[in-house]
């Protein structure tokens, strides 16, 4: 949408709350509607297309996971039962893989190597130091191809709190657990997981009629941070050595990518103001957490603000305790059952908590309308799965993967896709293809793009 041009103005309603209006059609490109061309990250019709990745931690119970039947001809197993009156936007996929996250001679550290995979498709390297390396992650190569449509290029999520440095799983650092986005290979991109200030980065802070001001304010103090930063760093150049010449260079290039994110977002003159009161911070519940870290992800993607975006429900290996479901153990723990009956039901309760989550979230989006007419849902690609397995055994192959979303109306949704084992990464070339980004041939350890999806 052209931000010189389009005012977006109103409100909807949804999840209790009164947000800004998305896109209108009047404003769609003329060009979609008149040749037929696509613009990158539109739908055929000139609508925004999103893409979004959400990861539950610790794997999932098979059994209650995968659908009895095939194709269309399939019932949802009980975990995913909450998607049955949305059966006709998912497809739920078996056979996906990170053989990247197995052990090999790296050893223990299945739940950070999960974590690092599962956006980048690559072994990150065991290292509880500084010299992290992973690969630039899915969303960010589709976030860099577009990075000038909306007012922020991406959008990381959080319900867990992050560490960017420290061992927290058998030598791995926990950057990788931490993160799921990736803007190079050493350079994760930390998600916020405080509601309230995802908010005011995206609206401003105060009330409803004092954001846009609060905004200008903000992008004034930032510009003056980054004239220090760069003023200091330019003091200190000449006594480096050559090895923290190389470092200075990559900081510099990260202070220069917020530089012009900042110049970005100033071209957005029309920022919406949504007429709902700023979330207080982070609810005491967990359910509550994750349901309004989803409305966040959700205005985000009505408002286009952006397209591209990741949320962590919580970290692999996280053993969070669930009040909410009557679950007093820790979810990491009862995840290692051992075969035994009465924590496997635990664990499928658990796992049946986090699809009941989602559900209300692409529920939300189904709700909304987009320009062309669609749902947000339908103009959506949302990867919902996890980098682990089997919880029990560590396992990294027919990883429970549902695609959410119509991709615009290019995916076959509304059933059961049973793949033979392959790389989750040719999912992702799909869905790189959908967003715009020109033909790879590969990405992390692709061996080619799923067929019929």
Known sequence: MNPATTHRRGFLRGMGACLALP????????????????????????APLRMAFVYFPNGAIQKNWTPVGSGKNFAFGNTLAPLEPLRHRVQVISGLEHLNANAGNDGAGDHARANGTFLTGVRVKKTAGSDILAGVSVDQIAAQQIDKLTRFSSLELSCDASRKSGSCDSGYSCAYESNLAWR?????????????????????????????ASLLQRRSQQRSILDFV???????????????????????????????????????????????????????????????MFQMLALAFETDSTRVASLLLAHDGSNRPFPEIEIAEGHHILSHHRDQADLIQKVALIDRFYADRFAEFLTLLEAKHDADGKSILHNSMIVYGCGNSDGNRHTHANLPVVLAGNGGGTFNTGRYLETP???????????????????LSRFGDSTGRLSSI
């Open 23 to 46: 896109a209108f059609e009047a404003f769609l490109p003329s060009s979609a509607s008149a040749a037929g061309t696509r613009a990158f990250a539109t739908t055929a019709s000139g």
């Open 184 to 212: 190079t290979a050493t350079s994760p991109l930390s998600p916020e997981s405080n509601p309230r200030k995802v908010f005011e980065r995206l609206f401003g802070a105060g009330a409803h009629g004092e954001r846009g």
């Open 230 to 292: 760069m003023d200091d760093a330019k003091s200190v150049q000449s006594k480096l050595t050559h090895r923290d010449k190389a470092k200075m260079d990559e900081y510099l290039t990260g202070v220069r990518e917020i530089e012009e994110r900042i110049v970005t977002a100033e071209t957005f003159t029309d920022v919406p103001d949504p007429n709902m009161p700023t979330p207080d911070g982070i609810p005491k519940a967990y359910d509550e957490y994750i349901r309004v």
């Open 421 to 439: 084992a392959t790389p989750m990464c040719n999912l992702y070339l799909n869905m790189l293809d959908q967003m715009g980004v020109p033909a």
